[in-house]
């Protein structure tokens, strides 16, 4: 049940992320500039469609690989089906009890807006800001590039994507990389610290 409940909550995740993400790109549509350069030294521009562009063909592959290449697909379908089932079977017990599925996605929703907030009160820390839907699309995007990464955590990768993110919105490369530090230090780093001895008490407490 705990598996199909966390993938419940995954998907509520995404779901909320996408739609947020959605409206938020299309507000700040053109405000976003991704300078890449070239052998020659000389800079080019693009918009922020290329960076969408991209991703949605690497999920495409992805799928198409899975889909294709049978051993990849009798894994995936092995190992995710179990959970997508009690998922839904999770899913069909709150669609009885609206309230809770209402919270289930205002809760993802929520922490987006404070991820979000982080980063603005970060870029405030140092002298700029950008608007709340510019902040939206630079956490999700990095969020995205964190959670396909091998990596434990994103770590690293969240962090380039940050730095982009802001780089590409106008900030400067010094300040895009000390906000960047700062909102990380406060959402991932720290919270390890009280965190850990938080999780032993409820386990001794078997509320976990």
């Given at each position: 049940?705990?598996?199909?409940?966390?993938?419940?909550?995954?998907?509520?995740?995404?779901?909320?992320?996408?739609?947020?993400?959605?409206?938020?790109?299309?507000?700040?549509?053109?405000?976003?500039?991704?300078?890449?350069?070239?052998?020659?030294?000389?800079?080019?521009?693009?918009?922020?469609?290329?960076?969408?562009?991209?991703?949605?063909?690497?999920?495409?592959?992805?799928?198409?690989?899975?889909?294709?290449?049978?051993?990849?697909?009798?894994?995936?379908?092995?190992?995710?089906?179990?959970?997508?089932?009690?998922?839904r079977d999770n899913l069909r017990d709150l669609a009885k009890q609206p309230g809770k599925l209402i919270r289930l996605?205002?809760?993802?929703?929520?922490?987006?807006?404070?991820?979000?907030?982080?980063?603005?009160?970060?870029?405030?820390?140092?002298?700029?800001?950008?608007?709340?839907?510019?902040?939206?699309?630079?956490?999700?995007?990095?969020?995205?590039?964190?959670?396909?990464?091998?990596?434990?955590?994103?770590?690293?990768?969240?962090?380039?994507?940050?730095?982009?993110?802001?780089?590409?919105?106008?900030?400067?490369?010094?300040?895009?990389?000390?906000?960047?530090?700062?909102?990380?230090?406060?959402?991932?780093?720290?919270?390890?610290?009280?965190?850990?001895?938080?999780?032993?008490?409820?386990?001794?407490?078997?509320?976990?």
């Amino acid at each position: 049940m705990m598996l199909g409940f966390d993938v419940l909550v995954s998907l509520a995740g995404t779901v909320v992320q996408i739609i947020l993400f959605v409206i938020c790109y299309f507000m700040t549509k053109g405000d976003f500039t991704w300078a890449f350069q070239s052998s020659s030294g000389s800079s080019s521009s693009s918009s922020t469609h290329w960076l969408i562009l991209s991703i949605g063909v690497l999920v495409i592959a992805a799928i198409g690989a899975v889909t294709i290449v049978p051993s990849f697909r009798h894994k995936v379908v092995d190992k995710v089906k179990p959970q997508v089932d009690e998922a839904r079977d999770n899913l069909r017990d709150l669609a009885k009890q609206p309230g809770k599925l209402i919270r289930l996605f205002a809760g993802t929703a929520i922490s987006q807006v404070l991820f979000a907030l982080t980063l603005g009160c970060s870029l405030h820390a140092y002298g700029t800001s950008l608007s709340f839907a510019m902040l939206i699309v630079i956490n999700t995007v990095a969020g995205f590039l964190g959670g396909v990464a091998p990596v434990p955590g994103g770590i690293g990768v969240i962090e380039a994507g940050l730095i982009a993110g802001f780089v590409a919105a106008g900030v400067p490369s010094t300040t895009a990389v000390a906000a960047t530090i700062t909102a990380r230090l406060f959402t991932c780093y720290l919270p390890p610290l009280w965190g850990y001895p938080t999780l032993l008490w409820m386990r001794r407490h078997e509320y976990l």
